[in-house]
């Protein structure tokens, strides 16, 4: 089956009144709009459209390669209890909702993707991890600038679109996609650590992941490994004309010289442009670049490796 991941559509909290406890729609769909300007419709179809934050609790903007990992890899040998509780100081906090995004749903999730985190060099697999949770950390993201513990502390904070919880989001349902239609009585606003949204893609996901998430959507913010199994499914997935995040981070994607031509290079930056590069990328100083390599970098230093080249997108073009 081929996926048609550029349709992937994310939705994100976003709170406007100086605490965590409310949320504002920051979806996407199939119309080509690159607005993010928070109403149903806009953005370019990639995970992680939304609109910049404003300097309050839970702004943010929202989203299997086959290969085989090294067989003495494991993923519980980089990331710990311990460094798990130190990276995300505050996903239990009363104002988040992240207690389901757990380590032990992380490693089960992982199991079925062998190569995530376990390519190449000790230096590269960490690189990888960092980047992962960066991202995944931005796109649910608690945070504000005085946030206490920094605004880097609060990733994996919410689980859910606040405000469309109990099925309140009608909208996130394309009526025209007979593949994957919307069952009675369920909505498919963002959920999970990708903040997955939109019916067809809870349905291409979940035939990846052989789980009916189509029926039962509750299940990506219910089961800690699909919470984040849901994210592992969008890194390590190729879509075309992208690269997989996956191939990019351990250097099996080589950029073609028009590629190259358009500023598209390996490192952390390209992942932002397969994430969301049309409302984020080729536009030097964007603030939400700025908070995805802020989480980057900080786990980057807990899991002690470097950052690597090319971590913004700003002289890239999007695809």
Request: hydrophobic share 35%; charged share 20%; glycine share 14%.
């Amino acid at each position: 089956m081929t996926l048609t991941l550029t349709l992937l559509g994310l939705a994100l909290a976003c709170v406007d009144d100086g605490s965590p406890a409310t949320q504002t729609d920051t979806s996407a769909n199939t119309s080509g709009d690159e607005t993010g300007d928070g109403d149903p419709g806009d953005g370019d179809g990639d995970p992680g459209d939304g609109d910049p934050g404003d300097g309050d609790p839970g702004d943010g903007d929202g989203d299997g390669d086959g290969e085989t990992g090294d067989g003495d890899c494991e993923l519980a040998d980089l990331l710990d209890q311990a460094m798990w509780d130190q990276m995300f100081l505050h996903k239990d906090d009363p104002a988040c909702s992240g207690s389901n995004y757990t380590l032990p749903g992380l490693l089960e999730a992982a199991a079925m993707f062998p190569s995530f985190a376990c390519e190449g060099d000790d230096a590269t697999r960490r690189r990888e991890l960092a980047a992962f949770l960066g991202q995944i950390s931005h796109e649910t993201t608690g945070g504000w600038p005085a946030a206490p513990d920094g605004p880097f502390s609060w990733g994996l904070c919410f689980i859910e679109e606040v405000g469309c919880q109990d099925n309140g989001c009608p909208q996130y349902c394309d009526p025209n996609n007979v593949q994957y239609p919307c069952a009675p009585g369920r909505t498919y606003h963002g959920r999970g650590a990708i903040q997955l949204s939109w019916n067809y893609n809870y349905g291409q996901a979940g035939d990846a992941l052989g789980v009916d998430i189509l029926a039962e959507p509750d299940l990506v913010k219910n089961d800690p490994k699909l919470a984040t199994q849901t994210a592992l499914w969008f890194w390590m997935t190729e879509q075309l004309p992208k690269p997989s995040a996956h191939a990019v981070m351990v250097g099996s994607w080589m950029p073609s010289a028009n590629d190259l031509a358009l500023g598209r290079v390996p490192g952390f930056g390209m992942t932002t442009n397969i994430i969301n590069g049309g409302l984020e990328c080729n536009m030097p100083g964007n603030a939400k670049v700025e908070d995805r390599v802020g989480f980057f970098m900080r786990y980057a230093d807990l899991l002690g490796t470097d950052v690597g080249d090319a971590v913004y997108c700003d002289m890239m073009t999007p695809y």
